[in-house]
């Protein structure tokens, strides 16, 4: 009786063994082929803005892709391929802090407009449209307003943009340096990927600010996709000081003079976001001189089950810029 009785109790600790080393192999095998992915497609380049790391496809008018928190090249190459494939040129880089870019003690929004303009000298383009996706839209108005004669247009897709003063954004002042408990939820690529896992949905809602409701009632080919998104922010280590940069640039708001600037403008927004940019972004067309707003009820920060109207709105509004 005593031998089968440890026989018994071994088998709920065989079990979860078991379960343990699948989880770490399955794991190790995702952030494996995370790696790979971001380890090419790219180049770095020295510029007197630091190192940047990019990569360029399409040939047409340039347009530059400005990714969001946890992005970098391959967050902007994932937005930017449907405009190459409709005859632009599309250069996505990885702004401070995230992959292989340099991260400068000036990481402000105005600092990475400069690296923005330091790209295009790299690359000897005069000029291009620019694209800033979420907390990429900071950066992005920086660059039309310190360097309009090189801004031929511009779009701010679901930008993350809180004025101060404005409901919406935390207006604190953020530790000098990452707590650990950012450490462990962002530093952690396993925390992440886990959650990614297990608990899709939220993940989705609480960090990537698109309803869940949305993503199911989405084609398949959308579905796709917003996974695709959800899973290049691995390995999210290798982004960790970009993303306490935007951090800290969302939670101490600037005002920016919005109606100095002087270039075709678009401004993408969806009502639903669960990040509420939605309002903000109406205002902050309302002060650009001429800019256009367009919006939708649902979809998300994702703007999930969008897609083609979203593209079709970009190819349009920039073939006119591109003019």
């Known amino acids: ?16 063994a078991g379960l343990i080393l699948f989880t770490y192999l399955n794991y190790r095998q995702d952030i494996r082929a995370a790696e ?25 008018a340039p347009v530059l892709i400005v990714h ?12 930017g391929r449907p405009l190459a494939e409709h005859g632009f040129m599309v250069i996505a880089m990885s702004r401070f802090g995230y992959l292989r870019s340099s991260f400068p003690a000036d990481a402000s929004p105005a600092a990475q407009a400069d690296a923005h303009a330091c790209l295009l000298d790299a690359l000897k383009l005069p000029k291009a449209a620019i694209l800033g996706g979420s907390a990429g839209a900071p950066s992005t108005i920086q660059f039309c307003l310190r360097h309009s004669a090189r801004c031929s247009a511009m779009v701010l897709l679901v930008p993350a943009f809180f004025p101060p003063g404005r409901t919406g954004a935390q207006q604190l002042q ?6 650990l408990m950012f450490d462990g939820i962002v530093g952690s690529d396993f925390f992440f ?34 996974v695709r998104i959800m899973r ?18 969302v939670s101490s708001p600037a005002r920016y003079e919005l109606e100095q600037l002087r270039v075709p403008a678009l401004v993408v927004s969806i009502e639903d976001d669960l990040f509420r940019t939605y309002e903000r972004s109406r205002s902050m067309a309302e002060r650009i001189p001429g ?21 079709s709105e970009l190819t349009a509004f920039l073939t006119r810029g591109s003019i």
Not at 39 to 44: D, I, L, R
Not at 174 to 179: G, Y
């Open 1 to 16: 009786m005593k031998i089968e009785r440890r026989v018994y109790l071994g088998v709920p600790g065989a079990v979860l």
């Open 36 to 60: 790979a992915r971001v380890s090419s497609g790219s180049e770095v380049v020295d510029t007197p803005c630091g190192s940047i790391e990019y990569a360029v496809i399409g040939k047409g």
């Open 68 to 79: 969001g928190a946890g992005g970098g090249f391959d967050q902007g190459m994932e937005f």
């Open 174 to 179: 953020p530790p000098a340096s990452p707590s």
């Open 193 to 226: 990927w886990l959650n990614m896992k297990l608990a899709r949905d939220t993940m989705l809602e609480k960090v990537f600010a698109t309803p869940a409701r949305d993503f199911e009632n989405a084609p398949p080919e959308e579905q796709e996709r917003v």
């Open 232 to 249: 290049s922010a691995l390995p999210l280590s290798q982004r960790r000081k970009g993303l306490w940069n935007d951090f800290t640039i």
């Open 291 to 311: 800019a256009r707003f367009l919006s939708f009820p649902t979809g998300g920060h994702l703007w999930v089950g969008r897609q083609d109207e979203v593209v």
